[in-house]
């Protein structure tokens, strides 16, 4: 890192820290949460700098360099803006619409500063035996994008939607049956050379008390996912039927989360590949003592890549972390996370026949909470990807990222 980029790491950091030691002069109450009857208001801010070595996802690797240039690196100051708007009487019937902005400003790439716009719109509603939410987000992202599984890195404006839509009824006191269903999509801007993405799934099922806190679940399920490439009216689809059960709840006193396992086909309309696999998702939590919490989260699934969708994989996806109160107060909280990403192409067929994808990260923070409505954090970062073609040109992908990053949140 250049001394002037130190330097100004420095002065910021030295801003952020000072936050807490102004907070008491504030009124939050006043400035941070309106009250409307049923309707409450709170603003949101944030602020942030981080110190990348590798913005723009490049190998240290002598030919990739010579290709695609070194490494750069940049410190990148943050501010966020926004609000979250809720109605509603309780938590269970609720109305609430969020928006948020983050700007990113680069010390040495300023061409590359960027803003990303946020909406957010969820609802919940309780109604006798009949259970209904629904939420939405919808982004318009301006930054870098790259890394991964593709050999583009690049600037473009994209916006990227979510909806997700779940109806539960009660049959007995203890069973219920419920639809689910959810769509994503990416658009790209028209000059961008990453595809299009949109992915919709369908789900029903049938769920069961087993004990006060904890239910089990079967579930049928099918989904399709199309990409549309650049500057083409090709598209590529892939259709995905599966069944699954799985618990939810209190596994144990001191265990809780969910774990779900099933088996999943998928075809192509392109190319008629057609194979199927066992699907896990594994999201849970151990208390190690009373200040201590260890979490996994587990994924087996069937994989289509963006920019590789003539071929779909089996990807599987592991994150371990660990969290710890500190002190007698517990406003201080150390963490450490390590997770593997891996992603096999082993089925022929396609082009990207024995291609495989590896990611490796690990980490940690230190997190203080100020305040119930200010909070800030000092973290660290480390991940690692390679990839392997072997019937590519280009026959690998090989790069590391470390990030340093502090920042702190105001808001309830």
């Given at each position: 890192m250049?001394?002037?980029?130190?330097?100004?790491?420095?002065?910021?950091?030295?801003?952020?820290?000072?936050?807490?030691?102004?907070?008491?002069?504030?009124?939050?109450?006043?400035?941070?949460?309106?009250?409307?009857?049923?309707?409450?208001?709170?603003?949101?801010?944030?602020?942030?700098?981080?110190v990348?070595d590798?913005?723009?996802?490049?190998?240290?690797?002598?030919?990739?360099?010579?290709?695609?240039?070194?490494?750069?690196?940049?410190?990148?100051?943050?501010?966020?803006?926004?609000?979250?708007?809720?109605l509603?009487?309780?938590?269970?019937?609720?109305?609430?619409?969020?928006?948020?902005?983050?700007?990113?400003?680069?010390?040495?790439?300023?061409?590359?500063?960027?803003?990303?716009?946020?909406?957010?719109?969820?609802?919940?509603?309780?109604?006798?035996?009949?259970?209904?939410?629904?939420?939405?987000?919808?982004?318009?992202?301006?930054?870098?994008?790259?890394?991964?599984?593709?050999f583009?890195?690049?600037?473009?404006?994209?916006?990227?939607?979510?909806?997700?839509?779940?109806?539960?009824f009660?049959?007995?006191?203890?069973?219920?049956?419920?639809?689910?269903?959810?769509?994503?999509?990416?658009?790209?801007?028209?000059?961008?050379?990453?595809?299009?993405?949109?992915?919709?799934?369908?789900?029903?099922?049938?769920?069961?008390?087993?004990?006060?806190?904890?239910?089990?679940?079967?579930?049928?399920?099918?989904?399709i996912?199309?990409?549309?490439?650049?500057?083409?009216?090709?598209?590529?689809?892939?259709?995905?039927?599966?069944?699954?059960?799985?618990?939810?709840?209190?596994f144990?006193?001191?265990?809780?989360?969910?774990?779900?396992?099933?088996?999943?086909?998928?075809?192509?309309?392109?190319?008629?590949?057609?194979?199927?696999?066992?699907?896990?998702?594994?999201?849970?939590?151990?208390?190690?003592?009373?200040?201590?919490?260890?979490?996994?989260?587990?994924t087996?699934?069937?994989?289509?890549?963006?920019?590789?969708?003539?071929?779909?994989?089996?990807?599987?996806?592991?994150?371990?972390?660990?969290?710890?109160a500190?002190?007698t107060?517990?406003?201080?909280?150390?963490?450490?996370?390590?997770?593997?990403?891996?992603?096999?192409?082993?089925?022929?067929?396609?082009?990207?026949e024995?291609?495989?994808?590896?990611?490796?990260?690990?980490?940690?923070?230190?997190?203080?909470?100020?305040?119930e409505?200010?909070?800030?954090?000092?973290?660290?970062?480390?991940?690692?990807?390679?990839?392997?073609?072997?019937?590519?040109?280009?026959?690998?992908?090989?790069?590391?990222?470390?990030?340093?990053?502090?920042?702190?949140?105001?808001?309830?």
């Amino acid at each position: 890192m250049s001394t002037s980029v130190a330097k100004r790491a420095t002065v910021l950091v030295s801003g952020i820290a000072g936050l807490g030691m102004q907070a008491g002069a504030l009124e939050p109450e006043d400035i941070l949460h309106f009250r409307v009857g049923n309707l409450h208001i709170r603003p949101q801010f944030s602020t942030g700098v981080t110190v990348d070595d590798n913005i723009f996802y490049r190998s240290s690797d002598a030919l990739n360099e010579l290709l695609y240039g070194a490494k750069e690196g940049d410190l990148i100051s943050q501010l966020g803006s926004g609000a979250n708007i809720t109605l509603g009487q309780d938590s269970v019937n609720t109305l609430s619409f969020g928006y948020n902005y983050l700007h990113r400003f680069y010390a040495d790439h300023s061409e590359v500063s960027s803003g990303d716009h946020a909406l957010s719109l969820s609802g919940g509603l309780t109604q006798g035996k009949v259970r209904f939410s629904t939420s939405h987000a919808l982004t318009y992202l301006t930054g870098i994008q790259g890394g991964g599984t593709s050999f583009l890195v690049e600037q473009n404006p994209r916006i990227s939607l979510s909806d997700q839509l779940s109806v539960s009824f009660d049959i007995t006191p203890k069973s219920d049956v419920y639809v689910t269903g959810s769509y994503s999509q990416t658009d790209q801007d028209e000059d961008s050379r990453f595809s299009d993405f949109d992915s919709w799934r369908l789900a029903m099922g049938y769920g069961f008390k087993y004990s006060e806190g904890l239910r089990m679940f079967t579930q049928l399920r099918h989904g399709i996912s199309t990409t549309s490439y650049y500057r083409s009216t090709s598209e590529r689809s892939w259709d995905f039927t599966g069944a699954s059960m799985g618990a939810e709840g209190d596994f144990t006193e001191k265990l809780t989360g969910t774990l779900q396992v099933g088996y999943e086909l998928r075809s192509s309309d392109l190319t008629g590949i057609s194979a199927g696999a066992p699907t896990v998702t594994a999201e849970l939590e151990q208390l190690l003592g009373e200040r201590t919490l260890l979490a996994l989260s587990y994924t087996r699934a069937n994989q289509v890549n963006v920019d590789l969708a003539d071929q779909a994989s089996v990807s599987d996806s592991v994150r371990l972390t660990l969290r710890r109160a500190l002190g007698t107060r517990q406003k201080w909280f150390a963490s450490v996370f390590g997770g593997l990403f891996l992603n096999d192409f082993s089925e022929p067929g396609g082009s990207n026949e024995g291609a495989s994808f590896e990611s490796f990260s690990f980490g940690g923070s230190l997190d203080y909470r100020v305040q119930e409505w200010l909070s800030s954090s000092l973290s660290y970062s480390f991940s690692d990807f390679s990839a392997e073609f072997p019937a590519s040109n280009r026959s690998s992908i090989d790069y590391q990222v470390n990030q340093v990053s502090m920042s702190a949140k105001f808001g309830f």
